[in-house]
């Protein structure tokens, strides 16, 4: 008689013992869910925060274009007009200091709606002709150094992006890479295809990176250049059009060897198509197994 009991006693204590645990698991599932929504909801919170920023910025950027021009005009103005005479050495020297910090912001301002201005039509291009713009812009700052721009294409692939963008950060990363040369030095500019990316880099024998500055890189206005040289949104500019291009970008470097500025870009469609069917002809395969094999 008093087994029955016992055995129904046993199984509710079995079964409290396991629900006790599998609500535990539960419990945890559910606290694991509860970080990473609230994970991915702090960055959607931080990637509105930073659309609605840069529209501000480029509103920003474009009323302070006036005023500064102004600015600037009237300084220039006085330091190289007909009246320079009646200066004071001091007053000289304030003047001087105005123009220099009103260039800075000028080229700030530029830079904001440099990429602010450019088209958001997204298509295939040659990632290579991106590149050899970005060259034939910078031409008058590579021939004001002893440079040697070499080419290591080991593939031409056609990208999926806003190709004015991506010019734009090829600009900024080979101007990069000529600031960090003192007088000669040589600059190699290559392509390949690693794991369905594009990968394009600039690569520069310059003076290199030192370590404690690496995390700072990419934060806006950072930079070790003299007043007036630089603004420290190129990497930053970089970051933010790769960002939103599905790309990434990353820079390799050894302090007094030079750096490999690296970026990795979506292959077109075709590209892809391309790519599969080449190493499906590498494997033996058809095209269409080696597709389908991610
Ligand atoms: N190829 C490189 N070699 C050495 N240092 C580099 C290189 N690329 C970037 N850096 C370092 O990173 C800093 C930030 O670069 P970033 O392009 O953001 O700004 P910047 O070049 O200083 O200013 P701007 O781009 O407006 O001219 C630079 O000041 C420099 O210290
Ligand atoms: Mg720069």
């Given at each position: 008689?008093?087994?029955?009991?016992?055995v129904l006693a046993r199984w509710g204590f079995e079964r409290i013992v396991a629900d006790a645990a599998e609500k535990a698991q539960m419990a945890e599932e559910l606290q694991s869910s509860i970080k990473e929504l609230k994970f991915?909801?702090?960055?959607?919170?931080?990637?509105a925060k930073l659309a609605?920023?840069?529209?501000?910025?480029?509103?920003?950027?474009?009323?302070?274009?006036?005023?500064?021009?102004?600015?600037s005009g009237r300084t220039e103005l006085l330091l190289r007009g007909?009246?320079?005479?009646?200066?004071?050495?001091?007053?000289?020297?304030?003047?001087?200091?105005?123009?220099?910090?009103?260039?800075?912001?000028?080229?700030i301002v530029r830079r904001i709606l440099e990429y602010s201005r450019t088209s958001d039509e997204t298509a295939d291009f040659p990632v290579n002709t991106a590149l050899e713009s970005a060259v034939s812009l910078l031409s008058a700052k590579l021939t004001s150094k002893s440079l040697e721009v070499e080419r290591e294409f080991t593939a031409s692939p056609s990208v999926r992006g806003i190709e004015n963008q991506i010019q734009q950060m090829f600009v900024n990363l080979?101007?990069?890479?000529?600031?960090a040369i003192p007088e000669w030095g040589k600059i190699t500019l290559g392509c390949k295809i690693e794991d369905d990316m594009a990968v394009a880099?600039?690569?520069?024998?310059?003076v290199g990176i030192p370590k404690d500055i690496r995390e700072k890189l990419f934060e806006p206005f950072f930079t070790t250049k003299e007043p007036g040289k630089g603004t420290g949104l190129g990497l930053f500019i970089c970051h933010k059009i790769l960002a939103d291009q599905g790309g990434e970008i990353g820079l390799d470097s050894k302090q007094g060897e030079g750096t490999t500025a690296w970026v990795k870009l979506p292959?077109?469609?075709?590209?892809?198509?391309?790519?599969?069917?080449?190493?499906?002809?590498h494997?033996?395969?058809?095209?269409?197994?080696?597709q389908s094999t991610p």
């Amino acid at each position: 008689m008093l087994v029955v009991p016992f055995v129904l006693a046993r199984w509710g204590f079995e079964r409290i013992v396991a629900d006790a645990a599998e609500k535990a698991q539960m419990a945890e599932e559910l606290q694991s869910s509860i970080k990473e929504l609230k994970f991915v909801q702090a960055q959607l919170v931080q990637s509105a925060k930073l659309a609605s920023v840069g529209t501000l910025a480029a509103g920003v950027a474009h009323e302070i274009n006036n005023p500064i021009f102004a600015i600037s005009g009237r300084t220039e103005l006085l330091l190289r007009g007909k009246n320079r005479h009646l200066l004071t050495d001091s007053a000289v020297d304030d003047l001087e200091t105005i123009k220099e910090m009103t260039d800075r912001i000028t080229a700030i301002v530029r830079r904001i709606l440099e990429y602010s201005r450019t088209s958001d039509e997204t298509a295939d291009f040659p990632v290579n002709t991106a590149l050899e713009s970005a060259v034939s812009l910078l031409s008058a700052k590579l021939t004001s150094k002893s440079l040697e721009v070499e080419r290591e294409f080991t593939a031409s692939p056609s990208v999926r992006g806003i190709e004015n963008q991506i010019q734009q950060m090829f600009v900024n990363l080979i101007g990069n890479a000529v600031d960090a040369i003192p007088e000669w030095g040589k600059i190699t500019l290559g392509c390949k295809i690693e794991d369905d990316m594009a990968v394009a880099y600039v690569k520069d024998n310059g003076v290199g990176i030192p370590k404690d500055i690496r995390e700072k890189l990419f934060e806006p206005f950072f930079t070790t250049k003299e007043p007036g040289k630089g603004t420290g949104l190129g990497l930053f500019i970089c970051h933010k059009i790769l960002a939103d291009q599905g790309g990434e970008i990353g820079l390799d470097s050894k302090q007094g060897e030079g750096t490999t500025a690296w970026v990795k870009l979506p292959l077109s469609a075709t590209t892809s198509g391309d790519t599969a069917a080449s190493e499906a002809a590498h494997w033996g395969l058809n095209s269409d197994t080696a597709q389908s094999t991610p």
